[in-house]
């Protein structure tokens, strides 16, 4: 019976290890208009980032790590879903995410996770700078299995205004910190309680309209006031990812936590020094400039520092945690666009075997391990190749040298750009169709929701533009702005 009892404890002791590290604790951290590269590890001419470069050191780091899209909606749907935005009616910046869609949020929940998000959100059909989320938004983080929210609808900055759990909260201080800590809080208080936890931080920076502290932009002062702040803004991201990391170790919580660094598209094209490196192309193109990022996955306990070349996207960071988690398939939504990257945790893979589609407006492109096919309009049928491998800037069209190429990726682009236009009709869900029907997407000013909050908003410096246009000093200010 000792023998017995010995060889139990032995075997739960030998077992716990391995039962943790099947279900780690989940950080998802994503900035806002960071290109790929406005990082020092990439070798930007002017900007520090220490911290960004220390996880990178001590982590996965991709080379060639892609948004969901070439905007910022598009990247959070496809990284809740796991499939490429147009399927789940996010079509760009400001429209709303299908209450039909299955989401991570909702599969770890599922499997006994605690979930938070922090930060913003732009899911819910309204343009507009970051507002708080009404509790009884049909779209809020809640309804899409976040069990706590501290988020505002779009970009925010310095003091901001944000809801909790649908209660208004006035904030102080800058935008990145107020959500590290906000997460932070959220890991300490679930820490002890056996379960668990899943924290989204979704920044707000370094998106327009530009607010950094003056110390932050000191470093900046030979730059255009504009770039300053820009990059002022990231001084502050870059700390507050040192802070999470920090705060991690001291909970205790770093060796067993699998924590996701990118960025939600492409850098801005009027910020100088550049945003994207020698890439082509911004924010809003399906050229490498609007849709490499940087991307980093640290895991202490299972991933060994290295640099990959292996192409991957937020879509794979879905089916990669289910594989971890052992999320059952029903929890995802098919078809998927993404793959486990859990076996590059260990080794380097060969060709990716699965092609990442992009589509935005009249633009596609598809990206095949080392070619990658682009159209700005397919309607034109006018379609160029590059070789990412001998020329990631995109400058020389191959298309010419290799025809067959040429050829096979634009049939498997054309198949797959078919199967997004059933999927946008809904016929991947039970209904056959899409049920209710996606809501316009409309600035939130403009809704009656909002209607009682104005008079009180139109004096902050966040909503001054769109709330009063006539004390801005661009004319039009408001129609200009709300697209955005």
Known sequence: MKNTAALAVFLALLLAPLSAATKPH???????DMGWGETGYNGHPVLKTPNLDAMAAAGLRFDRFYAGGPVCSPTRAAVLTGRSHDRTGVLSHGYALRLQEKTIAQALRGAGYVTGHFGKWHLNGHKGPGAPILASDPRHPGAFGFDEWLSVSNFFDLDPLMSRGGKFEQMKGDSS?????EAVKFLAKHRDSGRPMFAVVWYGSPHAPFRARDLDKADFAAL????????GELVALDRSVGTLRRKLRELGLADDTLLVFCSDNGGLPEIRPTTVGDLRGNKGSVFEGGLRVPGIIEWPRVISPRITQFPACVMDLFPTVAEIVGLPASTMLQPLDGRSLRPLFDRELGPRGQPIGFRYHAARALIDDRYKLVTTNLAAGQFQLFDLLADRSEKRDVSADQPAVAARLKEQLLAWNASMDASFAGRDYPEGKVSPPDPESVSWFETPQYQPYLAEWKTRWEYQ???DPASSPKKGGKKKQAAK
Do not use: G, K, T
Request: proline residues 0%; without cysteine; aromatic residues 14%.
């Open 26 to 32: 989940i950080v998802f951290v994503m900035a806002d």
């Open 177 to 181: 910190e107020i959500i590290v800590d």
């Open 224 to 231: 255009a006031d504009l770039s300053a702040h820009h990059y």
């Open 465 to 467: 533009n769109y709330l």
